[in-house]
Each structure stands twice: as C-alpha cells, then as structure tokens.
C-alpha cells in the first residue's frame, strides 16, 4: 500500500476504526459466499444450467413437447419415469398461456403423487416467459431458443400453480397453470 | 446552508454554462414528472383500482385495459430509470467537472452537440412510446419488438451521452497538463470516472441494439437470438445501476459532510472506492441471469462472488459517510452513542433528502445483497420483491439525493433563492414515508410470489393473504407521488419566481475538506491507466469465454412480436 | 492548504467515530437478520438441481 510521489514515499493512511470496518465487511461477505456455497453444492439448490438448443418456430409441434393426438391414449409431455418417484414434465409457454396446464381450460391435468421428484422441461415458442412453481425453488425464465430445467420434489399434497414471471404482452397477467400433487 | 447567501464564490461558472447545465435539469425534471403520473396508477392496480382514464389526454392512440398498463409501465421505466437519471447525472457531472477544475470545459461545443442529440433522442422515442408502439418496458426483451423509433432514439441518447463523457475526459486530461502537481479534485475524479465506466458498459447495450436488434427490426435478418440479447442487455444492465448511484455517492462523500457543518472522514479511502467500482461494476451481469437456460451455472456462480465484491466499496462508503456525517454532528455539539443522529441540520432541505435517501438505501443494500446471491434469487426472482429494491436504490438513493442536490443547485443555477425551504424539507419526508409503506409491501408480497410487471388487479391467480400487502403498495405509491410533486413544484416555482439574488450573492456548490490531507494520498490513487487495465482485464475474464460461446453459437430464430398479438411480425 | 490540512489530522487523531462504530454493528445485524431470513425459506424448500 505504499509508493512513491515526488520522491518521498508516502503510505495510505487509514483510521483504525476504519481498519477494523474493513474486517468486518469483508468477514460479512465471506460468511454470505459460503452460506451460498453450502446451499448450492452440498444441499443441492442449484440454479438452471446450459441445457439444449431448440428451434422456437417448430419445437411446440416436436415430441415430447407437441399436444397428443385426439385419438393418443396418454400425454407424452407427462412422463412417469419411475412410478411414484421420478416424473419429467414438458411445458411450452407461449402467448398467454402453458400447455398442458389445468387452467383456464383443463387441456390435460397435471397430476403427480406426493415425494415424487419432478422434472420440469420449459421453452417459449413466442416471446420470453417466466415459470415459478409457487412455493418451491422452481423460478426459471422461458427464453425462446432455449430448454430451461430444474428438478424439485413434492412433499405435501395440493395444488400448486405455476405463472408467467416475465412480462409477455397484454395476456400476461392472465398466465398460469398449476399441478396437483396427489396422496 | 442552502440560504446561506454570502460568502464570496471560489469560482463562477460563466451564464451560458448555468444555463447549458439548467437545460439539463430540466428536461430531467419533466421526465420524472411525466414518467410519475403512472407510478400511483400502476400501484392502485395493485389493489384493484383502475384510474388509467384520467390519463388518456397523454396519448396518441388510447390504449385499454392491460395496455394501459405497460403503456403507462414503459414510460415509467424509461423515463424515470433512464431519462430522468441521465440528464440530471450529465447536467450535475459538467457542474462538478467545471467547479471542481474552476476552469471551463474544453471544448464546450461538444457537450452541447452531445446533448442536444440526448434530447433529439428522447423526443424520437418519445414518439412510439406515445402511440403504444414500444410498450416494450424498459428492458426491451427481443423477441418482443417495438417500433424502430424506439431503438434509435435510444441509440442517440447513449450516443449523446458518450459524447459529453469525451467533453469531460478532454477537460479533465488538459488540466492535468496544466496543473501536474495537484491531485484531481474527489468530485472531478468520482464524476469522470463514472463517465468512463458507463462509456464501457454501455457498449453491451449498443450491441444488442446496433447488432442484433435493428438489422431485425429493419428486416434485415429473419430472426433474433433472444439469450444473446439478453447477456448483451445484462452487460450495462447492472452498471447502469451504478452509472445513477455513483453520482449520489460523489455527493454523499464530497458536499454533504460540508453541509451538514464538518468534513469527510477519509479522501483516500474515498478514491479507493471509485476505483473498485470503475474496475467491479461491468463484470458482473450475469447476476441477472441467474435463471436464464443458456448460461452455465458455474459463470452464473462466479458473477455471483464478483457481485458480493462490489459490495465492499459500498460498505466502505457506507462506514466513511457516516463518520463524516458524526463528525459533523459532534462539531455541532451532538451527544450520545446514537443522539449525535439529532444534531445534524435536519432543517436544511438540501441535507434532510440525503439522509433520507441514504437511511432507504441500507434497506436497498440488503435486499441487494439477496439478489445477488446465487441460489437464494430463486426465491425471489421476478417477484415484485425486485422493483421493491431497486424503488429502494434509483428511486431513493438516487432520486432523493438529486432532490437534495437540485435543492442547491438549482439556485446556483438560476441565482434565485429556493421558494418555499420548509415545503422543500416536507417533500422528502412524504415521500420517505411512502416509500417505507411501498417497500415493505413489495418486498414481503415478494415473498409470498406476486410476480413482478404483472397488474395483479387483473390476474386470477392472487390468493387472499397478498391482498392486505398489495392495497399497502397501493397507498404508499400513492404518497410517494405526493412527495415528488412536491419537489417538482419547489424546484419548478424556484426557477420560474421573479425573485432573485442581490448583487454579490450566491450559493456556491458546497465543496468539502478532507480530514485527511488529500495530498498525501498515495500517488496510485491518482492515475487512470493500472486501473483501467484492471477494467479490461477483468471485464474480459468474467465475460470473455461466456460471450464468446454465445456469440458463436448465435441462431437467428426468432421472429418480432408485437405484444398485443399472438401472431408474430412480417 | 498545508497548514489546513495538518490541523484536519489533528482534529481526525481526536476524533472517534465511536457512533459511527455502534450505527455500523446495529446495520450489521440487520444485514443477517434480513438475508438469513431469505436464505432460511431457501432451505425450507429442499433440493432443486
């Protein structure tokens, strides 16, 4: 902390209260650095990450995420995975509304039993969206182009909505689904 | 000490300088005025209440409905975050460049060219935002399109702004050709500095907007790629948070201490935070993208910590500012662990606003500092928890401390005495206790998980509990706007009045000591180029490789929309 | 300036922010106070990967 000005050697001088402060800043900083660490790398609550590429323009009729046929026993955007355990779930967001979702029509009902772990898969066929899962750590944006995901477990039965966090045009107060987890 | 009309100026700033830098004051004042009228509308429907018809003489096309909403949301947001900040900031930066050199600009022709293309900027924009042709809010997310008016006009209002930064950096240099001895002035370097950091983070808005943006707009390209947008977007997205603050700090560690009666605690330590900012603000929008699909989480996690480091000057300013301010105090003959608090001239209109603004900001900072933390923005992340902080930074800390800087300014300026000192001082208090109301409701509605940009009056999904926070966002927004006509009408009738000062008075620009000798601060915290280095070694490891996958990895897919329609554009 | 600036050293040696001190813990304490109370809802909510 020191160098030289006109020849002499001059020294920052800070006050010792000063001195102190900047412990304590920098310990106040340190301590919130690891309690994120702590939660993102050793309890798991992690953010979304790189996932896939999509083309916005065709991926609402591409499986898994395309509506099923009249005539299609089932939902494929509605994955049982492990049976009462691991479920994938394929939403698209687009101008106002997700499908599939429950509301406002019950296009097809999400339903998924209790401590089941959920994986949503989440893309925009028009503007960007927003996806959060009310009461869970799901809170992701829907970037069109873009897959995002992110996987959380259901422990209590009930219904949970999921709405549009992003502003995506006049609609979007209107926006939103929900899920419902089953005994 | 705002009345304090007496002492003999160091320096006089010349008419036509006063009156270049009133221009600027103005046209910020008339932003914040126009872009308020939608605040207490938008919180009002909040809780169900819908009084956008009372506005309908505004507008070119009379939009309904939600419309109505983002109409009046686009216009808040830009003129407010971005018009109402960067014409006070431009206009309050060529005031302290001038009196903190006591010599005149450069090359004065250059800050007007610059300006003048702000306000040719504005009104272009000004125009699609009018008509509900850009209702696009003020983060303009492709592939949402606007009006191209919309895009240029904002291109010549950076551009405008660039241009009066180059005025400042060529005062600043030939000054320091002239005067090699001295250390530059605190508020010179704080101001200039600012000008230089926006000037390298802007040059992601001008990306977006040059490169991705217009080429679509015009047809030029059959898509868009919305992630890139969006990294671009982030890139002077956050600094633009510190573009608006660190002014307000200039003030804060500079001029206040001066009026409330002492002297700054500290220049050196000072200096070092200006400097942290300059090389810590750009390389650290990724914190904004926290949930976004196309950016890996291990940068996203590394922005993180780089954002929690910009923390550091702010709490070092936090703790130097205080000190200043309790210096102060007990030069006045404060007592006591906390009364010293009391003895500070709370009756002077122009210190009161900044105090106030400062107290809203360490709420600010705290909800800040949860922002920026990594996995905890999930719990937060576009709820109306976000525009609860930053009402608590740009419209507080910011805007309450332009209020009390205005309250000097502006009759240094015109020469005429504020109107009104005590109206001055009630301004800020209503406006505070709005703000208190309005924030804490946001906040904790936040929580809960109301969405942010949402008109909740209109949306299905809103459960009882949220009810009693939001008619609480309601009323304090409703106050808030009180408190800002306030000023508008201090200020307004103190520029307009026939009153002025008699010959020999004035109101200088309150200019304060240092406890410490500013000439013996180390020599390093005067130069400019190890720190700029540091910028742009620093910008180009935290974004570098992220940037450049993106931008390799570009698709141009997406086609405009418009948000009134499903359908997309062309 | 010289002498301006010796008394502004001496009039700092003196001085004590010691208000300064206990205004800084009393911040501290709500800066954990309200970010843990965040973070706690965080955890509440389990695991999301």
Redesign the interface.
């Known amino acids: 902390m020191s160098t030289e000005a006109g020849g002499e050697k001059v020294r920052m001088h800070i006050d010792p209260t000063e001195r102190a402060w900047i412990r304590v800043a920098i310990v106040v900083l340190v301590i919130f650095a690891l309690a994120i660490t702590v939660a993102g790398f050793m309890l798991g609550i992690q953010v979304p990450t790189e996932e896939q590429r999509v083309d916005p323009r065709t991926i609402g009729d591409a499986a898994p995420w395309a509506a099923p046929a009249a005539d299609e026993e089932g939902d494929p955007r509605i994955q049982e995975l492990v049976p009462g355990e691991k479920y994938a779930v394929y939403i698209i967001a687009k101008m106002w509304l997700f499908a599939p979702s429950q509301v406002p029509t019950p296009e097809s009902g999400i339903e998924i039993p209790a401590g089941a772990e959920v994986t949503f898969y989440v893309t925009s066929t028009d503007v960007q969206h927003g996806f959060k899962v009310q009461n869970t750590n799901v809170n992701f944006m829907a970037v069109p182009g873009e897959v995002s995901t992110l996987t959380t477990e259901f422990d209590e039965p009930g219904t949970y909505d999921f709405i549009c966090t992003e502003y995506c045009g006049t609609g979007h107060a209107a926006m939103f689904g929900s899920i419902t987890i089953t005994e | 000490m705002v009345t304090e009309t007496t002492q003999t100026p160091v320096y006089t700033i010349s008419k036509s300088d006063k009156r270049f830098i009133g221009w600027h004051v103005f046209f910020a004042v008339a932003a914040l005025t126009i872009g308020s009228l939608f605040g207490p509308l938008q919180a009002l429907q909040q809780a169900g209440i819908d009084w956008y018809p009372s506005l309908d003489f505004l507008f070119i096309n009379i939009p309904e ?3 109505a909403y ?1 109409q009046g ?1 686009t216009l808040h947001g830009v003129l407010n975050a971005l018009i109402w900040t960067t014409f006070f900031i431009t206009g309050f930066t060529t005031l302290a460049v001038i009196r903190g050199l006591k010599r005149d600009l450069a090359i004065p022709i250059m800050n007007r060219i610059g300006f003048w293309m702000m306000v040719v900027g504005l009104v272009v924009a000004a125009i699609p935002l009018l008509g509900d042709s850009a209702s696009v ?1 003020y983060t303009f ?1 492709p ?2 399109q606007a009006d191209s008016l919309f895009y240029i006009g904002l291109v010549l209002v950076v551009v405008g702004s660039w241009i009066e930064g180059w005025g400042f950096y060529i005062t600043l240099y030939r000054w320091r050709k002239e005067n090699p001895e001295e250390k530059t002035p605190l508020i010179v370097m704080a101001v200039v500095l600012n000008m230089v950091m926006w000037q390298i983070a802007t040059l992601g808005i001008a990306a977006e907007v040059l490169g991705l943006i217009l080429p679509w707009t015009f047809s030029l390209t059959n898509g868009i ?3 890139l947008s ?1 990294t671009f977007f982030w890139f002077t997205g956050h600094p633009l948070v510190y573009f608006w603050l660190l002014p307000a700090y200039a003030s804060w560690y500079t001029m206040l201490p001066k009026q409330a009666g002492g ?1 700054l ?2 220049d ?2 000072a200096r ?1 935070a200006f400097w942290l900012f300059l090389i810590l603000s750009v390389p650290l929008g990724f914190h904004h993208q ?9 940068w ?2 590394i922005h ?2 780089l954002t ?2 910009v ?2 000057p702010s ?2 300013t ?3 500012v ?2 200043s301010l ?2 102060a ?2 030069q006045r003959g404060g007592k ?3 009364g ?2 009391r003895a500070l001239p709370w009756g002077d209109p122009s210190v009161a606003a900044q105090l106030l603004a400062g107290i809203l900001f ?1 709420f600010g ?3 800040g ?2 922002n920026a ?11 109306t928890w976000v525009p609860g902080h930053f009402h608590l930074t740009v419209a507080s800390a910011v805007t309450l401390s332009f209020f009390g800087i205005s309250y000097w300014l502006v009759p240094h300026i015109t020469d005429k005495p504020l109107w009104r000192p005590n109206l001055a001082v009630a301004s800020s208090w209503v406006y505070f206790a709005g703000m208190l109301i309005f924030s804490n409701a946001m906040h904790t509605v936040g ?1 809960l ?1 109301a ?6 009056g ?4 809103v459960p009882d509990e949220w009810n009693g926070h939001l008619f609480r966002v309601a009323v304090g927004g409703a106050i808030m706007w009180v408190g800002l006509m306030l000023f508008v009408v201090v200020v307004a009738v103190t520029a307009w009045q026939r009153k002025r000062f008699a010959d020999g008075e004035t109101v200088d620009i309150p200019l304060a ?13 005067d130069r400019w180029k190890p720190w700029l280095i540091a910028t742009a070694v620093l910008i180009i490891l935290a974004y570098g490789p992220q940037l450049l996958d993106q931008i390799f ?1 570009i ?1 141009l ?3 405009g ?6 359908i ?1 554009n062309n | 300036m010289t002498t301006e600036s010796d008394n502004g050293n001496e009039a700092r040696g003196e001085f004590k922010p010691r208000g300064t001190v206990a205004f800084a813990a009393a911040f501290v304490a709500l800066i954990f106070l309200m970010w843990f109370s965040v973070y706690i809802i965080l955890l509440s909510r389990g695991a999301t990967t």
């Open positions: 409905g939600p419309a983002y949301l809010l997310y592939p949402m790629d919305p992630q969006r002297k605690f500290s050196s330590l070092l926290f949930v976004d699909p196309g950016v890996p989480a291990g996203k996690f993180s910590i929690l480091g923390f550091f709490l070092l936090f703790f130097t205080v000190a309790e210096y105090a007990r006591g662990l906390f010293w608090i360490m900072g705290i909800s500092l949860a933390s990594y996995n905890v923005n999930l719990v937060l992340h576009n709820t929580l998980g969405p942010r940009r949402t008109p909740l209109l949306a299905p999904y000591e240092s406890l410490d000798d500013p000439n013996n601060a180390p020599a390093w915290l990895g698709e897919t997406s086609p929309f418009d948000p009134g329609s499903p997309p």
